[in-house]
């Protein structure tokens, strides 16, 4: 124990001993009239004229001199010597230690530059340059001729300072240094400049630009359509001939390849769904007025296609020309274009949107005055003037309501496609005379039903996804959605694309089930946000209808878990894997087990409901068979049982990672006890 502390008390007296030492090592400065360098622990007396190089660090003191041009003179000689024209300006620097010390000259906060001469001072930092450019690619330096060699550095030891770097380079090579690197440093910054002007966006002016393109679209929507037709055209016809080229020269070495200008309604979409990623972009595009010329793209009268009711353009007579002509080929080019537009402006909408409370609101701002400035008849809109046929009236415009985005999105849903279609294609075909050429015209214009179809359900896909977008964390629009008997409209929609029957074309695709699954996640979520949020749902009227069991949350939830919905929940378990894949299959079967441990349970209240309705009619003679108690109160869990066994299989070789099937079977546990 002794020899410890001896051996922590001797390296204590070490420690000491060394700090004694090194503090030691400054020096007492005495006062004389020639300039003396102060070292790192030097004192000096008060009163003295201290200056400091601030391209060294030295500080240097002498007795305040009566003399100001010999004090100059000593200035530049002194910096001469001791720094050998590699440092900068000397700053005065008061020696008053104390605050309430006045000043002993009027120098004392003078910063003396030297002139440009052969004891040139560099006003910026050269060695900072050529660290800087040293760091761009060796092809980019060659393109300048390559970087000067930085001054040859040596190490200068002062006597009673610390160790100093100086120059041991001439001041003529100095001097030539500093100016190629400023030969180098300017050229450089201009082509900055220049890729700056070129590249980067002024993007207020560029959102203008996209807007203009879109009101003119608006203004003339037929002959923008035919601009972008027209392009393609030929941009077709300019690839063919260079694909030719490089078929007849073997060489692919030339890029031929053209630029495009956001100056169509396409491009300028394509452009605004990127540039409205930002949310910066996104408040200004709003706040300069885009949001109204955006969301009536949404809207069908819009675009003009028909010559019947509303959407007829009676100012256009080269249009109403080429359509009296048409075999129908025109008709459906203009309807698929009008689906790719909407398609778009969809997708650039949830993109611009985000789900950011801060943009909640734009879910609701009218824009139909876009619509009476373009002499849309708007009473007569949706119903007559749209492709298909309206059936909900919720959804029938009235004069004095607003047209919002999300009235515009849920609409969409509320149109039929088919008998567009099929009419367009009879009509091409019964205007071919010959068999040969009918056969001819059948394979076109099956190409191009395809394309429209393919476009369509594209369409409805990305609705889906601005729908979410903006409804989702936003109670008010969520409670208007309602209002429009939105929720019917949309599970309507789903289920009708999942019934070969009814889908669109009168075939079932995936892009048909990956919309459902996203109606049905939509669903979940705002279900999820009335529970976990219901104060937001809250009316005036919910004090008294929460008594009730009628307060407006439980309104809406009535609204998402009606028969149809429940319906859609129990049919997603079971997409066909032959049409949609095993991968996308289950993570369907996931989606849909996740809807139903929310929507479930009112599920199974409404089928026990309905059980009790079908028994009271039995009584009273008719030949429904009442439900059992156990049917009752067994809804869904047959077909979550049949998944389970599905995925309970381990070494089955169904590719499930061990712990990802343990989630799905405690995914699955969880839905059947929250339907118990």
Not at 97 to 103: I, L, Q, V
Not at 253 to 281: F, G, M, P, R, W
Not at 509 to 522: C, F, I, M
């Amino acid at each position: 124990m002794t020899t410890i502390q001896t051996i922590q008390t001797t390296f204590l007296l070490l420690l000491l001993t060394t700090s004694i030492i090194i503090i030691c090592q400054g020096r007492e400065i005495t006062a004389t009239n020639e300039w003396q360098l102060i070292g790192e622990n030097d004192t000096i007396p008060a009163g003295l004229h201290v200056k400091m190089d601030l391209s060294t660090g030295e500080k240097w003191a002498r007795i305040v001199q009566d003399d100001n041009e010999n004090d100059d003179r000593d200035d530049l000689q002194m910096n001469d010597n001791n720094n050998n024209n590699d440092g900068g300006a000397l700053i005065s620097i008061p020696d008053n230690e104390e605050e309430d010390e006045p000043s002993n000259t009027n120098d004392d906060t003078i910063i003396q530059q030297q002139e440009e001469d052969e004891s040139f001072k560099p006003k910026r930092d050269y060695e900072m340059m050529h660290r800087v450019m040293s760091s761009l690619p060796p092809e980019e330096l060659d393109r300048f001729g390559g970087l000067p060699q930085l001054p040859t550095p040596k190490q200068h030891h002062h006597s009673n300072s610390k160790e100093a770097t100086i120059s041991i380079s001439s001041p003529e090579e100095r001097l030539q240094f500093e100016r190629k690197m400023e030969e180098l440093w300017t050229l450089r910054q201009e082509e900055l400049r220049k890729f700056q002007e070129e590249h980067v966006a002024n993007v207020p002016s560029l959102l203008k630009e996209r807007i203009e393109v879109l009101r003119r679209y608006i203004d003339g929507p037929w002959e923008g359509r035919v601009m972008v037709l027209n392009k393609r055209n030929d941009e077709e016809e300019q690839q063919q001939q260079q694909q030719q080229q490089l078929d007849d020269e073997d060489d692919d070495s030339d890029d031929t390849a053209t630029t495009t200008t956001a100056n169509d309604v396409i491009s300028c979409l394509k452009d605004l769904e990127y540039q409205l990623s930002d949310i910066d972009h996104a408040r200004d595009f709003h706040t300069l007025g885009g949001w109204p010329y955006l969301v009536a793209l949404l809207y069908e009268p819009i675009h003009k296609i028909d010559d019947n009711g509303c959407q007829k353009d009676n100012n256009d007579e080269r249009r109403s020309t080429i359509m009296d002509e048409d075999d129908g080929s025109i008709l459906l080019a203009h309807t698929t274009l009008m689906y790719e537009i909407q398609s778009l402006t969809a997708m650039t909408i949830g993109t611009a949107v985000g789900n950011l409370g801060e943009f909640h609101g734009w879910a609701l701002e009218d824009v139909s005055n876009v619509m009476i400035r373009n002499d849309i008849n708007l009473e007569n809109s949706y119903g007559d003037c749209s492709h298909g046929k309206n059936t909900n009236d919720n959804l029938l415009w009235k004069k004095g309501e607003p047209i919002s985005a999300l009235f515009s999105l849920v609409r969409s849903f509320d149109v039929e496609f088919n008998a567009t279609i099929a009419g367009i294609g009879s009509s091409i075909d019964s205007s071919n005379g010959s068999s040969e050429s009918t056969t001819t015209a059948t394979k076109t214009t099956t190409s191009s039903q395809t394309s429209a179809l393919e476009m369509f359900r594209t369409s409805k896909l990305r609705a889906a996804y601005a729908l979410g977008s903006l409804l989702r964390g936003n109670p008010l629009a969520q409670q208007q959605f309602v209002s429009k008997n939105g929720p019917h409209v949309l599970v309507r929609y789903a289920l009708n694309a999942l019934s070969s029957t009814t889908a669109t074309g009168g075939v079932v695709t995936k892009s048909d089930y990956k919309l459902a699954s996203k109606v049905l996640a939509l669903g979940e979520d705002i279900v999820m946000n009335i529970l976990l949020q219901e104060e937001d749902y809250k009316d005036n009227d919910d004090t008294q209808n929460d008594i009730a069991g009628n307060s407006n949350s439980n309104r809406m939830i009535q609204a998402l878990t009606t028969e149809p919905w429940c319906e859609l929940s129990l049919k997603m378990l079971s997409p066909p894997i032959s049409l949609v894949g095993e991968s996308f299959a289950r993570s369907t079967k996931e989606r849909a087990l996740s809807a139903i441990r929310a929507l479930g349970p009112a599920c199974r209240v409404n089928h026990q409901l309905q059980c009790a309705n079908t028994g009271s009619s039995t009584e009273g003679g008719n030949d429904n068979q009442e439900c059992t108690t156990e049917e009752s109160s067994s809804w869904g869990v047959s077909e979550i049982l049949k998944v389970k066994s599905e995925w309970n299989r381990e070494g089955s070789g169904d590719g499930l990672d061990s712990v990802y099937r343990r989630e799905l079977l405690d995914l699955i546990d969880g839905v059947l006890e929250a339907l118990q």
